[in-house]
């Protein structure tokens, strides 16, 4: 059991000054004053001056690593459970990318139960950039009903050089499998959508959504800051209703290249009047960021980082002055309700135990509690 005193509490809406208990992994009380004749088995953590956030979820990380775009010695190495708590990351989902050849959906698995183990909250998609997709049981839908961690599909590819070229028929073809998988199962069933460079952009979830009657919120796209005319695309999209998610992870090569940074792109969206229940952030974890020049050779090739998550929200919040609890929203609470991911994104009485202790001023982090265990102690 653990008791954090005297904080100030986002959750990630603003609630003022409170105690936390938590207990068994979850808060099992958010009080003004809880000074219970407390037993020696609880500990107190005194937050007197610090913001308490939700634990942040990221909804996209390379957990067994990806790309290699440059050749099998540019492959990029899996992540580290340290990787997301010192980014103040607690909830992950784990993704294939590029290359389901040498990497599996069965490694992702058993990568997400090491995590699992070491104590992050991690959920997975199956599938990957490519069409047919790639299974463990043979289908989507029976992945998503079958495998408890498998709560949607993705990242599947589009608009990009090495996407499959899928035609509007058969992405509306896995955006039912995964909807329905969903329906029966409880889960999201979300279709996580990888964006390219290519002008098509959003175009052919348009036709899907126009030819059929899956809903715009099935889909997921992400990387939509990698270029202006995608970032207008995109903010159209969500205004019709849709999700949009931006990569923070960034080299100063790529931003060069008309990258909007992922934290100027959050501004912008809500300045255009875009509702934050639409934007979600995420990293891009481990993977590789290759840039290539103008007759398509890679020039450079950077691995994707977790903290980046953290850095974009702060950069948010002091750089392009977005509010606080929406600069949190896009980290926590948005992306939690768009997986279905009920118990995580938020602090309320019966949430799981995940949350970040951050200087009030620098918004940097000193503590991290995962599952009700303090898993990062910076002070
Ligand atoms: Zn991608």
Known sequence: MKLIKNAEVFSPEAIGRKDILLCAGKIIAIEDDISIDLPKIIEVVDATGKI??????????????????????????????????????????????????????????????????????????????????????????????????????????????????????????????????????????????????????????????????????????????????????????????????????????IIEQGETPAAQALAQALEKGVDIKHITMSSDGNASLPTFDDKGKLIDLQVGQVKSLHQSMVDAVLQYKVPLNLALSSITQSPANILSLGQKGQLATGKDADLNILNKNSLQIEVVIAKGYIVVNNT
């Open 52 to 253: 308490v956030t939700p634990g942040f979820v990221d909804s996209l990380v390379h957990i067994t690593g990806g790309g290699g775009e440059g050749g099998y010695a540019t492959r990029t190495p899996e992540m580290n459970v340290g990787d997301a708590f010192e980014g103040g990351v607690t909830t992950v989902i784990g993704v294939l990318g590029t290359d389901a050849e040498t990497r599996s959906l069965e490694n992702l698995l058993a990568k997400s139960y090491g995590l699992e183990e070491q104590g992050l909250s991690v959920y997975c998609y199956t599938g990957s950039y490519h069409y047919p997709m790639v299974t463990v049981t043979g289908s989507i839908k029976r992945d998503i009903m079958l495998i408890e961690k498998f709560i949607g599909v993705g990242e599947v590819a589009i608009a990009d050089h090495r996407s499959s070229q899928m035609t509007p028929t058969e992405m509306a073809r896995v955006a039912s499998e995964a909807r329905v998988a969903g329906m029966l199962s409880g889960k999201s069933g979300i279709v996580s959508i990888h964006v390219g460079d290519e002008p098509a952009k959003l175009s052919k979830l348009q036709r899907v959504v126009e030819q059929s009657d899956i809903p715009i919120t099935q889909f997921y796209p992400t990387h939509i800051n990698r270029h202006t005319e995608l970032l207008e695309a995109g903010f159209a999209f969500a205004k019709q209703g849709g999700f949009i998610d931006f990569t923070t992870s960034t080299t100063e090569q």
